[in-house]
């Protein structure tokens, strides 16, 4: 079962809680929005879901309400920038805007972020570059559980790692590419598990590393208080991927990287690091713009395949999420829902 639900009041509702868990109301307002919009964009694994994890961590002393970016070093061009266990939505954006800034003045920005509590949907910092026409890489890791089994591994050795690029493209909507390194992303998996589902094969092994569909491996303890793990995609390419973020998001930017056994903890810290690129001031700005608008319509003139009714590009489908699910609502399951009331009940707040 589950429930139609406004986005308004939906937002309201999960920015009382955030609120009486510690935030103040912008603080509040910006995290619920920032969730609220990663389910209007379809991806319901990192939107209000998260609300239960965020409340425990703050009880728990791993994600500090309040707390803003600090920065470390400042090479101009070049950002060393602490989170300080802040709110990943609003700490990130920080962040973000500030590497923005030095990229429009100096022409590029290598941005390094330690220390952030959950960053929620990279491809949100994304559509922040391309909206002042910067293109922006971003790798990112996960210090959490480990839910992600290298490839060959029969365990859990590191996190769903995303990676997402933007670029602008001129007259036309931004190519935005934002995927976990994960065949699916472990939000994903405890939505399934909350509405009962069973997942494709390949995408996980269970707690003695044989392969199986069932989502619970990965979100509820199995026998021994073993977990199983994720599957990385495109087996040994997407596990390189994930290893290159681990390394690049957590050693690189003094976040650290996961290397030590599991525990219970409900805090999910993020590293990332930001290459933001100004086109205009690279001196391809033309040739760009024009070699990118062809590249896309070359695409689109593809013949649709079997069971597609076309080619689209990255980006695309969160647009058209965004535009149906803020007409008809957002659907949350039952499970999700109970959740949600619960870490309502643990700061106060009657949902």
Same mark, same amino acid.
């Given at each position: 079962?589950?429930?139609?639900?406004?986005?308004?009041?939906?937002?309201?509702?999960? #920015?009382?809680?955030?609120?009486?868990?510690?935030?103040?109301p #912008? =603080?509040?307002?910006?995290?619920?929005?920032n969730l609220?919009?990663?389910?209007?964009?379809?991806?319901?694994?990192?939107?209000v879901?998260?609300?239960?994890?965020?409340?425990?961590?703050?009880?728990?002393g791993g994600?500090?309400?309040?707390?803003?970016?600090?920065?470390?070093?400042?090479?101009?061009?070049?950002?060393?920038?602490?989170?300080?266990? !802040?709110?990943?939505?609003? *700490?990130?954006?920080?962040?973000?805007?500030?590497?923005?800034?030095?990229?429009k003045?100096?022409?590029?920005?290598?941005?390094?972020?330690?220390?952030?509590?959950?960053?929620?949907?990279? /491809?949100?910092? #994304?559509?922040?570059?391309?909206? =002042?026409?910067?293109?922006?890489?971003?790798?990112?890791n996960?210090?959490s559980?480990?839910?992600?089994?290298?490839?060959? /591994?029969?365990?859990?050795?590191?996190?769903t790692?995303?990676?997402?690029?933007g670029?602008?493209?001129?007259?036309a909507?931004?190519?935005?590419?934002?995927?976990?390194t994960?065949?699916?992303?472990q939000?994903?998996?405890?939505?399934?598990?909350?509405?009962?589902?069973?997942?494709a094969?390949?995408?996980?092994?269970?707690?003695?590393?044989?392969?199986?569909d069932?989502?619970? *491996?990965v979100?509820?303890?199995?026998?021994?208080?073993?977990? /199983?793990?994720?599957?990385?995609?495109?087996?040994?390419?997407?596990?390189g991927?994930?290893?290159?973020c681990?390394?690049? /998001?957590?050693?690189?930017?003094?976040?650290?990287?996961?290397?030590?056994?599991?525990?219970?903890?409900?805090?999910?810290?993020?590293?990332?690091?930001?290459?933001?690129?100004?086109?205009?001031?690279?001196?391809?700005?033309?040739?760009?713009?024009?070699e990118?608008?062809?590249?896309?319509?070359?695409?689109?003139?593809?013949?649709?395949?079997?069971?597609?009714? !076309?080619?689209?590009?990255?980006?695309?489908?969160e647009?058209k999420?965004?535009?149906?699910?803020?007409?008809?609502?957002i659907?949350?399951?039952?499970a999700?829902?109970?959740?949600?009331?619960?870490? !309502?009940?643990?700061?106060?707040?009657a949902?």
């Amino acid at each position: 079962m589950s429930k139609t639900l406004d986005p308004d009041s939906l937002q309201r509702q999960v #920015a009382q809680i955030i609120a009486a868990a510690g935030s103040a109301p #912008a =603080e509040a307002e910006q995290v619920a929005a920032n969730l609220v919009l990663a389910n209007l964009s379809g991806h319901d694994s990192h939107g209000v879901g998260m609300v239960p994890r965020y409340v425990d961590a703050v009880a728990e002393g791993g994600l500090v309400p309040n707390n803003a970016m600090a920065v470390r070093l400042d090479g101009g061009a070049m950002l060393s920038i602490d989170g300080q266990r !802040g709110y990943g939505q609003v *700490v990130g954006v920080q962040a973000m805007e500030l590497g923005i800034a030095r990229a429009k003045l100096h022409g590029s920005c290598i941005l390094s972020l330690a220390n952030a509590h959950h960053l929620g949907r990279i /491809g949100h910092f #994304a559509e922040m570059a391309v909206a =002042e026409d910067l293109v922006a890489l971003h790798f990112v890791n996960v210090l959490s559980r480990p839910v992600v089994a290298p490839w060959g /591994g029969g365990d859990g050795r590191f996190g769903t790692n995303p990676c997402c690029i933007g670029v602008p493209l001129a007259g036309a909507a931004p190519f935005v590419l934002d995927f976990a390194t994960s065949r699916v992303a472990q939000g994903k998996m405890r939505v399934a598990y909350n509405k009962g589902e069973k997942v494709a094969a390949g995408t996980l092994i269970d707690e003695k590393g044989a392969p199986t569909d069932d989502p619970g *491996v990965v979100v509820v303890p199995q026998a021994g208080g073993l977990f /199983g793990a994720l599957m990385t995609f495109g087996e040994h390419k997407g596990y390189g991927l994930a290893v290159a973020c681990e390394l690049l /998001g957590g050693a690189l930017s003094g976040g650290g990287t996961w290397h030590r056994p599991a525990d219970t903890a409900r805090s999910v810290l993020n590293g990332m690091l930001a290459i933001l690129i100004d086109p205009a001031r690279l001196g391809t700005q033309a040739a760009f713009e024009q070699e990118a608008a062809a590249f896309v319509d070359w695409l689109r003139q593809s013949p649709p395949g079997a069971g597609f009714d !076309g080619v689209q590009i990255a980006g695309e489908p969160e647009r058209k999420a965004r535009s149906a699910r803020r007409r008809d609502g957002i659907v949350v399951d039952d499970a999700t829902w109970s959740e949600i009331v619960e870490a !309502g009940r643990k700061v106060g707040v009657a949902v």
